[in-house]
């Protein structure tokens, strides 16, 4: 059995051999962050999208979708206050000369705290068997109630730092809880500074300050300065949501896990205007509603946890994560932000225009509060293959057994739903797949494979994680029947190609999806 770390790098390898995930510029030995999405990546990421646009856009008439431009006005970021304050600290080690951020160091070490939390319970859990009571357990234990306890004066001094931009505190803390490059080993750190996350740019053919644009670090901004413009558009009534899918950028200090942080990565976010004094309510039915997205998406309920945050951003009244369990660990999937009405407001007065809404029921004009949800694409990519990638031992033809390889993605995101057999390559096979395939590709991404064994085509089909296999062989020849083979049962079933479409279609259907939200 791999550990999780080991199964992390197989899926690392596995994506790249694959044509999920490659290397940015890799033949100039890569870019730091970056990563370019292969044949099977792109048609996968693309079906993450086209379900979280449906179920937002499709599946309510109080949200419509923008596509705004990455470049934009200067002063909105100084309006958000990302100039001023879209900052990491970072700190360097003397030793290894690496540079890390200051509060993941903070974070990863109370997360090993929680992981001996975490194999206490496990232990308990087998001690004590179907009578086990976790809560019980947690409140009284001798060992967990004192990690507990120094999770909690961590995160209390940490907290505090933060909200008070205490950059000695906060080194401070990495000295005392003696923090060790995860490098090197060494204790010598330098101090904390702050770093703007921000790529910035020129636009136009003269280089002075004036003409200093930024690359997006967020879509948000979009959609608040087309606020008016969407609603008076598309007439939409308070309460109402606008999403969007678009790059963001930002100059991450540790881009390190493959494709969870990345330098440029992709965001599906949707901002949602309610009245003053309503966000609470439509927080909390936005934080259950992407809990259920999340789930439909095949997440297993324990692989999610909500995370208050215990610092809120500059903008925030409340927010919380939504975190998956990586093969790394319990992380940030996606935030869910009562924004208030900070970016409105801050838009107004930077801008000079009204940026309020007329509420024919209470008779009066105001800025609307936004609630935000906003999910990583990359990340539900990686959750998505997380949840996928499996090693299984199936038996071989010789009676023993092989390990096969399968990635188990929803049927309705894999990104080819239907791969054609022709068992030999003569015989009239050939044109017999390349008829099915004709008939199928308007509903179905499709592939045909023709070399190798047929053994080998099926095992290459579970690496790609496509549902079904469709052999044509010389019984199909004679009856018009082939064999439609399922990727996860193994098992295989004779039928006629005429009742392939509505078969296949039943269940690659990202309707049967978006009918659990
Ligand atoms: P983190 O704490 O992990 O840096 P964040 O709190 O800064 O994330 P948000 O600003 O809330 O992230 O962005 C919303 C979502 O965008 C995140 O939940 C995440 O899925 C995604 N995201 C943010 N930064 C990155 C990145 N560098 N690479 C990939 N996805 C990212």
């Known amino acids: 059995m791999k550990n999780s770390s080991d199964t992390f790098k197989a899926l690392i390898s596995h994506c790249k051999e694959y044509g999920y995930v490659f290397p940015s510029s890799e033949v100039y030995d890569g870019l730091g962050a970056v990563y370019d999405y292969g044949p099977y990546g792109s048609e996968l990421k693309n079906n993450i999208k086209q379900f979280w646009w449906n179920s937002m856009v499709r599946m309510h008439e109080n949200?419509?979708?923008?596509?705004?431009?990455?470049?934009?006005?200067?002063?909105?970021?100084?309006?958000s206050g990302h100039v001023d304050a879209f900052n990491d600290p970072l700190i360097d080690n003397k030793t290894s000369k690496k540079r890390y951020r200051a509060d993941v160091l903070i974070e990863d070490?109370?997360?090993?705290?929680?992981?001996?939390?975490?194999?206490?319970?496990?232990?308990?859990?087998?001690?004590?068997?179907?009578?086990?009571?976790?809560?019980?357990?947690?409140?009284?234990?001798?060992?967990?109630?004192?990690?507990?306890?120094?999770?909690?004066?961590?995160?209390?001094?940490?907290?505090?730092?933060?909200?008070s931009s205490n950059l000695e505190e906060i080194r401070q803390i990495i000295i005392d809880l003696e923090i060790a490059c995860p490098e090197s080993g060494s204790r010598e750190w330098t101090d904390v500074r702050q770093f703007n996350l921000m790529f910035s740019t020129e636009m136009g053919s003269v280089t002075s300050d004036a003409n200093k644009i930024y690359l997006r670090p967020e879509t948000a901004q979009g959609i608040f300065v087309n606020f008016l413009n969407v609603q008076k558009s598309s007439r939409q009534k308070i309460p109402f949501g606008i999403a969007q899918i678009g790059k963001a950028f930002r100059n991450e200090i540790v881009a390190r896990q493959f494709i969870f942080r990345m330098r440029e990565f992709e965001q599906m976010e949707m901002q949602f205007f309610v009245r003053p004094g309503d966000q609470m309510k439509w927080y909390e039915e936005w934080k259950s509603r992407r809990l259920s997205w999340h789930k439909a998406l095949g997440s297993p309920a324990e692989k999610l946890q909500f995370y208050d945050h215990p610092n809120l951003a500059h903008y925030a009244d409340a927010a919380v994560d939504i975190?998956?369990?990586?093969?790394?660990?319990?992380?940030?999937?996606?935030?869910?932000?009562?924004?208030?009405?900070?970016?409105?407001s801050k838009h107004e007065e930077f801008s000079g225009k009204k940026m309020q809404y007329f509420d024919h029921e209470l008779d009066k004009s105001y800025v609307p509060y936004v609630v935000e949800t906003s999910i990583g694409c990359d990340r539900t990519f990686l959750a998505v293959l997380s949840n996928a990638y499996c090693e299984e031992e199936v038996p071989n033809a010789k009676g023993g057994t092989d390990t096969r390889v399968v990635l188990k993605i929803p049927a309705a995101l894999a990104p080819v739903k239907v791969a054609v057999l022709p068992l030999v390559n003569r015989d009239g096979m050939p044109e017999k797949a390349g008829e099915i395939i004709a008939n199928l590709k308007?509903?179905?991404?499709?592939?045909?494979?023709?070399?190798?064994?047929?053994?080998?085509?099926?095992?290459?089909?579970?690496?790609?994680?496509?549902?079904?296999?469709?052999?044509?062989?010389?019984?199909?020849?004679?009856?018009?029947?082939?064999?439609?083979?399922?990727?996860?049962?193994?098992?295989?079933?004779?039928?006629?190609?005429?009742?392939?479409?509505?078969?296949?279609?039943?269940?690659?259907?990202?309707?049967?999806?978006?009918?659990?939200?």
Not at 63 to 71: E, L, N, P, R
Request: proline residues 2%; aromatic residues 8%; charged residues 35%.
């Open 63 to 79: 949200i419509v979708g923008i596509d705004s431009a990455i470049f934009m006005h200067p002063k909105i970021w100084k309006a």
């Open 109 to 163: 070490h109370v997360a090993k705290i929680e992981a001996k939390i975490e194999k206490e319970v496990a232990k308990a859990q087998k001690r004590f068997g179907d009578a086990f009571n976790r809560e019980e357990f947690v409140t009284t234990n001798g060992r967990v109630l004192a990690n507990q306890e120094k999770i909690d004066t961590i995160m209390k001094r940490f907290t505090e730092a933060t909200e």
């Open 323 to 344: 975190q998956f369990q990586f093969p790394f660990g319990f992380k940030e999937l996606e935030g869910i932000h009562s924004r208030t009405d900070f970016d409105l």
């Open 442 to 517: 308007y509903d179905f991404n499709c592939q045909r494979d023709d070399k190798q064994t047929i053994g080998k085509r099926y095992r290459r089909q579970d690496a790609i994680g496509t549902p079904f296999c469709v052999t044509v062989d010389t019984e199909t020849l004679e009856n018009d029947t082939v064999t439609l083979r399922d990727r996860d049962t193994m098992e295989q079933v004779r039928l006629p190609i005429n009742e392939l479409k509505a078969k296949i279609g039943e269940k690659v259907s990202l309707n049967e999806l978006l009918k659990q939200l």
